[in-house]
């Protein structure tokens, strides 16, 4: 075991992507390409972050079947650690289907992620020391609001936050005094404040309130516009996106979340969260310009080098 690490508890799926060519049709047979590889939140951030060359355990479950077999093999092959994880007998694995159009926003999505529901409170207590001995515990919003209560009733180290969705977030709403760090976006942070963000102004307003009801570091995702930054200590700051070309946004989020993550793992509370921000965007950028939901040319060095490009524009 590596004497320094991070544990991310969440889903694991075989994500199947449908990337559309130049002419996207709507409710049509669009030419593209199509893509299999291992996916869900809580693997994305994992990925990445071993990517990011940080030790990371995945508490998750997968099934016996075929696609667990690939899940088991890629997880592998990525460096991700599934020791603490659990393949169930006579289960499926979760799986995720999605679209995207030429422009390479998401179009349309199934899950199919039932199987993250064995994600309960004793699976998770029968990994709690494990889980202590983090540097950081990763929740992945798609587990239940009982486990989520659960860990943050019961984890010691800091706990970072992906909420996922607006039909999840709430899950953490009884516990925002526990969280160190979050990420949501902007309609996920109104429905935690009560505060609609319709622009830069509204969005520091949520973030300072959410601040105030005791998460110490926020990151709100605003799309195009970037993310915002801010923290108990720091005023909110917005940091724009960095990319040049877009190929799909899928996964950006979750590259997004790994690197503030990273940062913290290996900076320790040295950087201000402007600074974790201007890192998010660029590896977010590096995302954005793949196909993969996880970049191949995610690396730290790259990471830096665009961040420097930032500054120096």
């Not at 990371?56 to 603490?84: A, P, Q, R, W």
């Not at 969280?179 to 949501?184: E, G, L």
């Not at 108990?232 to 503030?260: F, V």
């Amino acid at each position: 075991m590596e004497d320094k690490y991070i544990v991310v508890v969440g889903g694991l799926n075989l994500d199947i992507a449908g990337l559309s060519g130049q002419n996207y049709h709507e409710k049509d047979s669009n030419i593209g390409e199509i893509n299999l590889s291992i996916g869900g939140v809580g693997q994305n951030i994992a990925q990445n972050l071993t990517r990011l060359e940080a030790p990371t355990y995945l508490i998750t479950v997968y099934g016996d079947d075929s696609f667990g077999n690939i899940l088991e093999e890629g997880c592998k092959k990525n460096h991700i650690n599934l020791e603490y994880g659990e393949k169930i007998d006579g289960e499926h694995s979760s799986t995720y289907l999605y679209v995207a159009n030429n422009q390479g926003d998401m179009v349309t999505a199934i899950n199919d992620m039932k199987i993250v529901e064995r994600i309960t409170p004793d699976f998770l207590k029968k990994r709690l020391d494990i889980i202590n001995g983090a540097a950081i515990c990763v929740i992945d919003g798609n587990i239940s609001q009982e486990s989520i209560e659960f860990l943050a009733h019961n984890v010691t180290c800091p706990i970072f936050v992906d909420p996922v969705s607006v039909a999840k977030v709430e899950r953490f709403e009884h516990v925002l005094h526990k969280i160190d760090t979050i990420k949501p976006n902007d309609l996920e942070i109104e429905l935690l404040t009560g505060i609609k963000v319709t622009d830069i102004e509204t969005g520091k307003q949520a973030a300072s309130k959410l601040n105030k009801q005791g998460v110490k570091n926020v990151f709100i995702s605003l799309g195009a516009r970037g993310i915002l930054c801010s923290s108990h200590n720091e005023a909110p700051t917005l940091i724009p996106p960095l990319a040049k070309k877009i190929i799909s946004t899928n996964g950006a989020g979750d590259c997004t979340m790994a690197t503030i993550i990273w940062a913290r793992f290996y900076y320790g509370n040295v950087l201000s969260a402007k600074e974790i921000g201007q890192l998010s965007q660029a590896a977010a950028s590096i995302t954005v310009e793949s196909p993969k939901s996880v970049s191949e040319d995610l690396t730290i060095k790259n990471i830096v080098h665009r961040s420097i490009q930032y500054i120096e524009n």
